[in-house]
């Protein structure tokens, strides 16, 4: 169990901070120290302590299993953090686990080892921050005292739960707090931590964080934490941790970002921050949250905004290129568009496709299991597949198998239809291909008819089958997976191209049409911000590439160029 205090000034970008670790279990353990602090007192059980420098140049102490006894560790350390740069976009955010400081704001990532930090395994904590007066911080955590005077701010956090790491954030922030009843009938905080230019916004957003409470204590079970903060961020974060969400300043002005993304964080408190995913077989927390949360919403607009969200996800995985997708049980996070499409996308569609085949109410019975189950404890995908199984009686192996081990999609096509009459209306034989190795699959095939459409579902097996279906009438067209129920590769013409086609694709090419040096510059930007890499300029009198290609130019000139080369005009 760790116990810290940390002291921070913003101005002077200056940390100072006194860990003690109480260590129960023998087992070796090694803490490591971010190389730009100095470490000035490490003993354990009293008894000096110096770390080793290791090939990063971090301060590394290796602990060994010969301790056969409870031991204390404290270190004290001192340093400064890094400046704070408001100039970094999202992507660059995610991918830089620096502890950075400046009087907009504070942010010490778990993984910018800015405390002595335990490698690998599980661990408890109480944390005390101090701060100069006016500025305003937390951990994740319940919050066991405050102090907010002229000479300065002082908070005391606990998480007594089993915790991953700690992230610290600070900033000038206003704090508005309200008070929220669970449903089973505990006291829970909600608190914005706001910086004073959208402090004004926090009773919209504490409203939608209790619907969404609402929501999800119903749907899964009472809320784990006594606590849930939104914090802003001065850069484009998007951060979800227990008991709290660090989004950025910008991001929380976006009116639509309470009706969406706030759900997804608030959800993360019961998958991915209270039952713990298994890195080691695969992140299913973010496509379980994906459905349940983005997906969710859709599904309350309508049929028409649901689907349209499964068709957008079918479409952003057409635009990946071979070799860029990966198993499901390989995803861990997020590290790029592609990753995202696996991991969050194609996650979310399993889920769906074995609500669809299990049955709304199993589906429901399942997920509230998981949760009574797995509460606190690392989860693998096995152990969501065992309670889906339970609650359902159903073997859900070859599901699972195919979704979870298998890259790509199946392509699926109706390669052939023959009509008969019968004596009581018509008989349809439907003959479905699909590539190999063929996948288990229960396909909707919709038959239109002069009274109606009907749905069939078809068990399909094999690569390829024949199904006699009965119909009523006369059949006028038999169409597979009209409402994109299952994952799979899109059939030519089913969806019109898109923008990520360019944006995943290395192979992408870019046509910049101006002449003037200025403009060319400023479209080689926009560009590289798109594509997330140095673009593969191509001159705009080369014939038309065989990749995908971003063409860049003022309308006019866009015009003529499709014009010279007889392609259809761009849509209005």
Not at 65 to 93: F, M, N, S
Not at 369 to 393: C, D, N, Y
Not at 434 to 463: F, I, K, N
Request: net charge negative; glycine share 6%.
């Amino acid at each position: 169990d760790y116990d810290i205090q940390v002291r921070i000034d913003p101005e002077t970008r200056l940390l100072e901070g006194k860990s003690i670790i109480r260590f129960n279990k023998t087992r070796d353990h090694v803490l490591k120290l971010a190389a730009q602090f100095e470490v000035t007192h490490a003993v354990i059980d009293d008894i000096p302590f110096e770390p080793e420098t290791v090939e990063d140049q971090s301060h590394v102490w290796q602990i060994p299993y010969a301790i056969l006894r409870p031991y204390q560790v404290e270190i004290h350390w001192r340093g400064k953090l890094h400046a704070l740069d408001e100039t970094l976009d999202h992507e660059q955010t995610l991918g830089r686990p620096v502890a950075v400081s400046g009087m907009a704001g504070t942010f010490l990532p778990d993984a910018s080892n800015w405390y002595p930090r335990i490698t690998s395994g599980l661990f408890h904590y109480t944390v005390q921050i101090e701060l100069p007066s006016g500025q305003r911080g937390l951990v994740a955590g319940r919050l066991i005292d405050e102090q907010d005077t002229d000479a300065g701010y002082q908070a005391r956090f606990a998480f007594m739960h089993p915790a991953e790491g700690i992230d610290l954030m600070a900033g000038p922030y206003v704090i508005t707090s309200e008070n929220y009843t669970g449903i089973q009938g505990a006291p829970i905080q909600l608190r914005t931590y706001f910086h004073p230019q959208i402090s004004a916004l926090a009773g919209d957003y504490l409203a939608a964080v209790k619907r969404y409470f609402k929501l999800y204590e119903a749907w899964i079970g009472a809320y784990p934490f006594s606590e849930f903060s939104i914090v802003s961020s001065p850069t484009p974060t998007g951060f979800g941790m227990p008991t709290l969400t660090y989004l950025g300043i910008n991001v929380l002005q976006l009116p639509f970002i309470k009706d969406t993304s706030l759900g997804h964080e608030v959800l993360h408190n019961w998958w991915g921050n209270a039952v713990y995913p298994d890195y080691r077989s695969g992140n299913w927390s973010e496509g379980l949250t994906t459905f349940m949360a983005d997906y969710t919403y859709k599904e309350q607009e309508g049929e028409d905004a649901a689907r349209e969200m499964r068709l957008s996800w079918l479409r952003d995985f057409a635009a990946l290129e071979p070799g860029q997708d990966e198993p499901l049980a390989a995803f861990t996070s997020r590290t790029h568009g592609a990753s995202k499409i696996t991991g969050y996308h194609k996650s979310a569609m399993l889920f769906f496709m074995l609500r669809d085949l299990i049955g709304e109410d199993m589906f429901n019975r399942a997920i509230q299991g998981i949760w009574g189950m797995q509460r606190f404890k690392v989860t693998a995908w096995p152990h969501l597949q065992s309670a889906f199984e339970i609650i359902s009686t159903r073997d859900l192996q070859a599901f699972f198998d195919q979704w979870l081990h298998r890259t790509g999609a199946p392509d699926l096509a109706i390669t052939d239809v023959k009509q008969e009459a019968a004596e009581s209306g018509y008989r349809l034989h439907i003959t479905l291909t699909q590539s190999e190795p063929p996948y288990q699959l229960r396909v909707p095939v919709a038959v239109q008819t002069a009274s109606g459409e009907e749905t069939h579902l078809l068990d399909v097996q094999h690569a390829e089958q024949t199904f006699v279906v009965a119909v009523n009438d006369k059949a006028q067209s038999v169409i597979l997976d009209p409402d994109i129920r299952l994952f799979r590769h899109l059939a030519p013409g089913e969806a019109p191209p898109i923008l990520r086609e360019v944006m995943v694709n290395p192979a992408a090419a870019t046509i910049v049409l101006p002449d003037d040096d200025a403009t060319k510059q400023i479209a080689a930007t926009l560009a590289e911000k798109l594509q997330r890499r140095t673009p593969q300029m191509l001159a705009a009198n080369q014939s038309v590439p065989a990749v995908p290609a971003l063409i860049i130019g003022l309308h006019h000139e866009i015009d003529a160029w499709l014009e010279a080369r007889g392609l259809p005009a761009k849509p209005d």
